[in-house]
Structure formats: structure tokens, C-alpha cells
């Protein structure tokens, strides 16, 4: 039986019918021989009759059916330990998605995982169905509305064969999305979580879900290896500019750009005008 190969270069499982036509077939298959053993033998004779070796064969069928059940079983019941929670984050431009995608690889050629990857929607600096980091590696993923996380557990549920949830930038899910409540959940079906995303925004406040995934988390990945655009020093603080001016503080909190409308600076060096005081 030929499965669909999905997007992300990962195969569509085997439906439930395969797996309950296989005796079937199976029942079909052994028919032939069975019959031509048992055709013009009388009951006196001694040898199974056609009845009890259809008995058997449906005896057969059924212990066949509750294997298959019962390792359906162990492999859910497997699943009940809670994944990992692991959150690569750091500032722009520090390499979170390439390190997402080099763990992303390196669990699916040597860990033997099935990794399932997410991205907003919203995200359009990258290809569409793509993330992609700032030094232009690709990877398929899954996009998702920044308003709708719940429909990565509807995904999962439906292909069921993955072990592993990449996630990009999910700073874009505001933390009113409950993004980190339905990470939780993929964790608690055990499922492990890889998420990436910008701890802080422009005005160097924590952004969106990231900071509650952090607090979720069971590992954290700091990558603050960035230097300020203007004194060269580190520095981890994302500095958007319009036209080349600071950007004001009242401006909107989510604006899709890469290195023509941000640059990292360090606290000396980031500008942020209309800053409302404490
Ligand atoms: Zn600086």
C-alpha cells in the first residue's frame, strides 16, 4: 500500500481500515488452502472438518485483532509520558532558527524522531509553508493563524505518527492566543517541543508568548552571541527603524521586517522616542 508523502517530506500513516483489512486478507489468502485439504474427506474421518478449521481460522482472526489493538494500546499508552519543552530564544538575528533547524535535522537523520514543524501564518518574511532563517535556510512547516494555536493539537491528532513539534517565531502568538496552554497540552500527549522565538520586542519588553513558554519550559537556549549595530558591543536588544529613524513606542507592536527594519543594540545605544515614564 503506497502512502501519500506530506509536504514536510514526512508519509501519511496507515488508515484504521488497512490495518483491519489485513486479516481479512489474511483469512482469505489461508481460505484457499484450507479447502483444498479438507474438499471430499468425510466427517468420520479423522483430520479437522471444514467447520473447526473455519473455527480456528475465526479464533485465529480474532487473537490476530486483539494483537494488533493491544500494541495500539502500548504505543498510546507510550505517548502518556510528558514530552520535553525546549526554547531556543535570544534576540534578532542570533541564530535561532538555523539552530532550530540544525536540532530539527540532527533528531530526524540520527534520533530516528518524526518531527512535525509549525510556523504563524503571519510570518512573511519567510517563503510561505517554509521557515527560514536569517542566513537563508529552509525548512517545510505548517503554518498557523497567530489567533488559532489550537489547530497544531487538530493536525496532530489527525496524523498521529509524529513525536516531535517544532515551532518558529512564536513570539507573533500574543499570550492571549494561549499558545503556552496548548504547548502544555502537546506536551502532556507526549509529544516533545522545540519552540523559537524573540524574547523581547522593539521596545525591549517581553513579546508575546515567549516569555510564557519560557516559564513552561524544561530547557532554555539563550543565544545572545548578536553585537549593537552602532558601538559593535554585545548587545540583545531589537531596535526597528523606520527610513532609518528609531521607530515611536506607541507604534504597532507586530511589524514583519528583517535587516532593512531592525538592527540589535545594545541598552546605551537603543533609541525608543515617546517611552512613556514609570
Ligand atoms: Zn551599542
Known amino acids: 500500500m503506497k502512502r501519500r508523502q506530506r509536504r514536510d517530506g514526512q508519509k501519511e500513516p496507515y488508515p484504521f481500515g488497512f490495518w483491519l483489512s489485513c486479516p481479512i486478507a489474511s483469512l482469505f489468502l489461508l481460505d484457499v488452502p484450507f479447502r483444498y485439504a479438507c474438499v471430499g474427506k468425510p466427517r468420520t474421518q479423522t483430520g479437522p472438518s471444514q467447520e473447526r478449521v473455519w473455527g480456528l481460522l475465526l479464533r485465529w482472526v480474532l487473537d490476530i485483532s486483539c494483537l494488533i489493538e493491544k500494541f495500539r494500546g502500548e504505543t498510546m499508552n507510550k505517548k502518556i509520558t510528558r514530552g520535553k519543552l525546549t526554547v531556543i530564544t535570544g534576540t534578532m538575528f542570533s541564530g535561532k532558527t538555523d539552530e532550530l533547524i540544525r536540532r530539527i535535522k540532527r533528531l530526524r537523520e540520527y534520533g530516528g524522531r518524526k518531527v512535525i514543524v509549525f510556523k504563524p501564518s503571519i510570518d512573511t518574511r519567510s517563503q510561505r509553508g517554509f521557515i527560514e532563517s536569517a542566513d537563508g535556510n529552509k525548512m517545510a ?34 499570550a492571549a492566543s494561549n499558545l503556552h496552554l496548548v504547548v502544555s497540552e502537546i506536551c502532556a500527549a507526549g509529544y516533545d ?86
Open 193 to 278: 517541543v522545540i519552540a523559537a522565538g524573540l524574547d523581547l520586542d522593539f521596545r525591549g519588553e517581553p513579546f508575546g508568548s515567549t516569555p510564557l513558554l519560557m516559564a513552561l519550559a524544561d530547557g532554555i537556549d539563550r543565544r545572545d552571541a548578536a553585537h549593537c549595530g552602532r558601538c559593535k558591543k554585545p548587545a540583545r536588544l531589537p531596535q526597528r527603524l523606520i527610513r532609518g529613524k528609531p521607530a515611536a513606542y506607541h507604534a504597532p507592536l507586530i511589524r514583519v521586517g528583517g535587516k532593512e527594519t531592525y538592527e540589535v543594540r545594545c541598552y546605551k545605544c537603543h533609541e525608543l522616542p515617546g517611552k512613556p515614564s514609570l
Open 141 to 174: 512547516a505548517h503554518e498557523i493563524e497567530t489567533d488559532k494555536p489550537e489547530k497544531m493539537l487538530r493536525i496532530l491528532g489527525r496524523t498521529r505518527h509524529f513525536n516531535v513539534a517544532a515551532m518558529d517565531e512564536v513570539q507573533f502568538f500574543s
